[in-house]
C-alpha cells in the first residue's frame, strides 16, 4: 500500500496537515510557534515521520437556517451578480441539508460571499458553452464561498447554465449515493478533492515525499498518491498551475454531461454572458423544487 498518512486529523476532521518532520524536536519547536489548536501523529514507518495538525476545537454546526435580512446584510453592497448568485447558492445549500438531514450533513466555516464574487470573474462569460459551465463550476469549488456542499451546489450552478442554451435540458442523473454517482460522477468529484488538496499543499506534500511518505489520505477515505502530481515548485505557481488543471477537469465533466444527456450538439454553442446568466437565475428557475437537484 505504500507510507501513507492522513490529511484530516482522523479523530478530528476540522484538523488538517501543517507541519511535518523526521525530528520530533522540530514538529515540537514548530507547535510551540503555532497560535491555533494542534494535534500531533507519529507515523511509524522504519524512520518514523511526526505530522502536525492545526485546527479548531469549535464544535460543527448543523444550523443553515440563514436569516433574510441577515443574507441581505451581509451582501449589501456587492454586485448583482454576486447577490443573485449567492441567494441562489444558499437556497440550494438548504435544499442539500433538507434532503441529507441536519444529522449528516454539517457546517464547517463561515459563508463567504466575497468568494463568490471572485469566482464569477474568473468566468470565461462568452466562451463555448461547456467552458462557461465548467469554468464556472470549478470556480465556485475552488472558491469555497459555501460551509458545506460546495461541490454539490457547484454542480447545480452548472446545470443552470447549460439550461441558458436550452431551457429543456435534461440533466442526467446526479444524485449522491444512486448508481449513477457511483458509476461516473463520483470519480470527477474525488479528482476535483485531489487536485484542490495538492493545490494548496504543494510544499507540504513534497517534504512529506522527501520523507518517503507515499499516499496521504483526506476525509472520505479519498488517497493522493504523491508521485501522481508535480509538487516541486514555488507555491504561488502550483496555486495557478492546479487551478487551471481543475478547469480543465470541470471542462470535461460538463462536456461529459453534455454526451450523457444526447445533447452533444450544445457543445458547439456559445455559452451565456454574466449577465445572460444572472437573469437565468433570477427569473429562469423561479419556484424551482431544489431538493430534487440532489
Not at 433574510?68 to 448568485?85: F, H, I, Y
Not at 440550494?92 to 463561515?110: C, G, H, I, S
Not at 454574466?274 to 430534487?292: M, N, P
Request: aromatic content about 10%.
Amino acid at each position: 500500500m505504500g507510507r501513507l498518512v492522513y490529511y484530516h486529523h482522523p479523530c478530528a476532521e476540522t484538523f488538517s496537515l501543517t507541519f511535518s518532520s523526521r525530528a520530533v524536536a522540530e514538529v515540537v519547536e514548530q507547535r510551540r510557534d503555532t497560535n491555533g489548536a494542534t494535534k500531533l501523529i507519529g507515523y511509524p514507518f522504519d524512520t518514523p515521520v511526526y505530522v502536525l495538525y492545526e485546527g479548531t476545537e469549535a464544535s460543527e454546526s448543523s444550523d443553515i437556517d440563514y436569516d433574510p435580512d441577515w443574507l441581505e446584510d451581509r451582501l449589501s453592497g456587492r454586485p448583482r451578480a454576486t447577490q443573485v448568485t449567492a441567494f441562489r447558492l444558499v437556497e440550494l445549500l438548504e435544499a442539500a441539508v433538507d434532503v441529507r438531514e441536519d444529522e449528516a450533513f454539517r457546517l464547517y466555516k463561515d459563508f463567504e460571499p466575497d468568494q463568490i464574487h471572485r469566482a464569477l470573474e474568473h468566468v470565461s462569460w462568452g466562451a463555448s458553452l461547456p467552458t462557461v459551465a465548467g469554468e464556472l463550476m470549478s470556480n465556485l469549488i475552488l472558491r469555497h464561498a459555501l460551509p458545506n456542499a460546495n461541490h454539490r451546489t457547484a454542480i447545480a450552478m452548472l446545470q443552470f447554465c447549460l439550461e441558458t442554451a436550452d431551457s429543456a435540458f435534461e440533466m442526467p442523473a446526479t444524485h449522491v449515493d444512486d448508481e449513477t454517482w457511483n458509476a461516473w460522477v463520483d470519480p470527477y468529484i474525488v479528482e476535483s478533492k485531489r487536485l484542490i488538496t495538492v493545490r494548496r499543499n504543494n510544499v507540504r506534500f513534497q517534504h512529506l515525499r522527501q520523507q518517503g511518505v507515499d499516499i496521504v489520505e483526506r476525509k472520505g477515505g479519498i488517497r493522493i498518491a504523491l508521485d501522481d502530481y508535480e509538487l516541486d515548485m514555488h507555491w504561488r505557481k502550483a496555486l495557478s498551475r492546479y487551478a487551471k488543471c481543475h478547469e480543465t477537469h470541470c471542462i470535461e465533466f460538463a462536456e461529459e454531461i453534455l454526451e450523457r444527456a444526447e445533447r452533444a450538439a450544445l457543445a458547439d454553442r456559445v455559452g451565456p454572458t454574466q449577465a445572460e446568466f444572472v437573469e437565468y437565475l433570477e427569473t429562469g428557475i423561479v419556484e424551482r423544487d431544489f431538493t430534487d437537484l440532489f
